[in-house]
C-alpha cells in the first residue's frame, strides 16, 4: 500500500514537472477542455442567464481579475480591463443579444515566442441572428494565460457587419411599427388622457420600464424628463398639445446613426393637426434609442412650439369674438349694423388664420396624404 501511495506522488510530481516544461500543451489543454464545456451553448439564444451559466461552470480558469476585448473598432465592441470573467461575459451577452449560435468546429495554434503563454483559435461558426436570418462568418481569439496556467488575457475578432445591420433593420421596424400602430387609434381622433392610455398600453412591450423623453426642450412650453415610465411621457404630451385632434402624419425619412451600431434611430415627420378647430402641419424631427435588447431608451422630439402655441392663441381670440358677437346680439342696435360687421369679419378671420400658418414662408408645408 505504501508503495503505491509513492509511485502515486511520484507520477503527481512528474505531471506537474511535464506541465511546468511544456507551458504550451498544458495551456492548449486548457483552452480545449473550455471551448468543450461551452458546447452547451449551440442552439440557445445569448442573454445574461446564459452566460452567467458559463461563468458558474467554466470561471475557474480564468484569473479572478483579467483583460478582455472584441472588435474595438467597432460601435459595438468592448474593451476592459481589470474585471472579473462575469463582467466580461456581461459585455459579450450584450455584444450578441439575442443570437444563436447553431454550430462551430475549432483550431488551436500555440504562438512561438511566448513560452507556451499565448494562444491563437480559429472559429467557422453559424449564427442565427436576431431577425432570423442566418450567417456563416468566422471568429478569432487570443489568449494569454499566466505563470499557474490561468487564462488573463483574452481577445476576438470578428466582422461586425451583418451584426450592426441586423440589430439596424430590427430597430428601425421597430419605430414604424409603433408609429403605424399609433396611428389606428390616434388618426381623426382628439388626444385625450384616455385614447393615450389605450396607444400606451398598446405600445408600451416596446420601451424599457423608464426611458428618457423629451420635447423641444429648449422652448418653454417643452420638456426634458429622465429615467420616467412611457405614461408619464405620454400624460406630458398630451398637455402640451392640448386636446389637439390628430389628422395625419408622414414619415418623409428614417435612418440609423452608423456609429450607434443601429442603436440611435433619426426619423423626420411632417405631421398635421387640429388646434381648437384650426389646421396647423410642421415638421417634427425625433431621435430614437434602444438599449441591446431592443427596448427604447430614450425618444427626443424637437418642433417649433411656437407653432403651436400661435394657433392656440388664434383659436382663442376667434373664441372671444364669437362671446362678443353673442353678448352683442342681444343689444338693440340701429339697423344691426355693428352686429352685423362683428358676424361678417368671424368667417374671414378664421380663413385668415389658416391661409397664415399655412404660408410656405413661415416654414409649414402642406401634408400630402
Request: charged share 20%; aromatic share 8%.
Amino acid at each position: 500500500m505504501a508503495l503505491v501511495q509513492v509511485r502515486l506522488v511520484a507520477f503527481a510530481c512528474l505531471a506537474m514537472a511535464l506541465a511546468a516544461a511544456h507551458p504550451g500543451q498544458r495551456n492548449l489543454e486548457t483552452l480545449k477542455k473550455f471551448f468543450k464545456g461551452v458546447e452547451f451553448l449551440k442552439g440557445k439564444t445569448v442573454d445574461k442567464l446564459l452566460m452567467d451559466k458559463v461563468v458558474a461552470q467554466l470561471g475557474n480558469m480564468f484569473t479572478s481579475k483579467l483583460d478582455c476585448k472584441s472588435t474595438t473598432e467597432s460601435p459595438i465592441g468592448f474593451e476592459l480591463r481589470g474585471v472579473s470573467f462575469a463582467e466580461c461575459c456581461d459585455e459579450f451577452a450584450q455584444m450578441n443579444l439575442g443570437m444563436i449560435n447553431l454550430d462551430w468546429s475549432t483550431e488551436f495554434a500555440v504562438l512561438e515566442g511566448t513560452g507556451g503563454q499565448n494562444l491563437l483559435v480559429w472559429q467557422p461558426n453559424l449564427f442565427e441572428l436576431p431577425s432570423g436570418a442566418r450567417l456563416s462568418q468566422d471568429v478569432a481569439y487570443r489568449f494569454e494565460f499566466d505563470e499557474d496556467g490561468k487564462i488573463s488575457k483574452w481577445a476576438m475578432e470578428l466582422d461586425t457587419t451583418a451584426l450592426i445591420a441586423d440589430v439596424t433593420e430590427k430597430n428601425i421596424a421597430t419605430v414604424l411599427r409603433l408609429y403605424d400602430s399609433a396611428k389606428l387609434l390616434l388618426k381623426g381622433n382628439t388626444l385625450s388622457p384616455e385614447l393615450v392610455a389605450k396607444v400606451v398600453s398598446k405600445v408600451a412591450s416596446s420601451y424599457a420600464p423608464t426611458y428618457d423623453c423629451s420635447l423641444s426642450p429648449a422652448s418653454s412650453a417643452g420638456f426634458d424628463l429622465k429615467g420616467v415610465p412611457l405614461q408619464v411621457c405620454a400624460a406630458k404630451e398630451v398637455d402640451f398639445y392640448g386636446g389637439a385632434k390628430q389628422v395625419d402624419w408622414v414619415i418623409d425619412a428614417i435612418a440609423a446613426v452608423p456609429a450607434s451600431g443601429g442603436t440611435r434611430i433619426l426619423l423626420w415627420q411632417r405631421n398635421a393637426v387640429e388646434v381648437a378647430g384650426l389646421p396647423l402641419t410642421m415638421n417634427i424631427a425625433s431621435k430614437v434609442d434602444f438599449n441591446a435588447a431592443g427596448l427604447i431608451t430614450g425618444f427626443a422630439q424637437e418642433l417649433d412650439t411656437s407653432a403651436v402655441l400661435e394657433t392656440q392663441a388664434r383659436a382663442a381670440s376667434l373664441v372671444s369674438a364669437v362671446s362678443l358677437a353673442a353678448q352683442l346680439s342681444s343689444l338693440a342696435l340701429p339697423g344691426g349694423f355693428l352686429l352685423g360687421c362683428l358676424v361678417g369679419t368671424i368667417p374671414l378671420a378664421v380663413l385668415g388664420a389658416c391661409r397664415h400658418r399655412l404660408g410656405s414662408h413661415e416654414g409649414y408645408h402642406r401634408l400630402a396624404v
